[in-house]
Nanobody, 116 residues
């Protein structure tokens, strides 16, 4: 069992920055995929950014050029640097770890609110 704990959410004005961190209780080096998802009220949860074990990175189009995901296997952390935030980035952000064979874990979520 792996526990994921997110931190770094909060309230920020449009154009500002936040850095989200996800600390894992287990070794993430063996995780096939680590990702950040978000869910806004009334909307489906969407993948914002993900990084594979091999280092391949993908972003949803709406955050490209603004968000950066990074993974530190030695510290068992995954971070999401969010710059130039927009009101439409407001959501609960969740950390996700996929170890394969249906071993998928989620954090409890952290609220990000961007005011206009």
């Amino acid at each position: 069992q792996v526990q994921l704990v997110e931190s770094g959410g909060g309230l920020v004005q449009a154009g500002g920055s936040l850095r989200l961190s996800c600390a894992a209780s287990g070794r993430i080096i063996s995780a096939n995929f680590m990702g950040w998802y978000r869910q806004a009220p009334g909307k489906q949860r969407e993948l914002v950014a993900g990084i594979s074990r091999g280092g391949s990175i993908n972003y949803v189009d709406s955050v490209k050029g603004r968000f950066t995901i990074s993974r530190d296997n030695a510290k068992n952390t995954v971070s999401l640097q969010m710059n130039s935030l927009k009101p439409e980035d407001t959501a609960v952000y969740y950390c996700n770890a996929d170890f394969g064979y249906y071993r998928v874990y989620w954090g409890q979520g952290t609220q990000v609110t961007v005011s206009s």
